[in-house]
């Protein structure tokens, strides 16, 4: 299997900051920090947060787009997923501080 990309190991970074910190965690800095890369390496890819989100949005919509392609006429027949992932959120949320 290829190395993924360094925009892809961002966003699978970006996506597991999202995940076990919550959105509020979502920063450049956690995501760089997460994949190994120094803010600058992140900026080259994603000059902004917006950039990134937008770019996680596009990548989960392509997926479900390729999901729903593989389905063909019978929906959930042919595109049993490959792993189990966690929901977003599997803690309660924090309450509000202050």
């Known amino acids: 299997m290829p190395r993924p990309s360094s925009r892809e190991r961002l966003l699978d970074a970006a996506a597991e900051v999202l995940l ?36 996680m949005v596009d990548r989960l919509t392509s997926a479900f787009d390729a999901a729903l392609a593989g389905a063909g006429s019978e929906p959930g027949t042919s595109c049993a997923p490959t792993s189990r992932r966690r929901s977003p959120r599997t803690t309660p949320p924090r309450p509000p501080t202050g």
């Open 20 to 55: 076990t910190d919550g959105a509020e965690s979502l920063t450049l800095e956690a995501v760089a920090k997460r994949a190994g890369v120094s803010k600058g390496g992140l900026f080259y890819h994603f000059p902004t947060k917006q950039a990134m989100v937008a770019a």
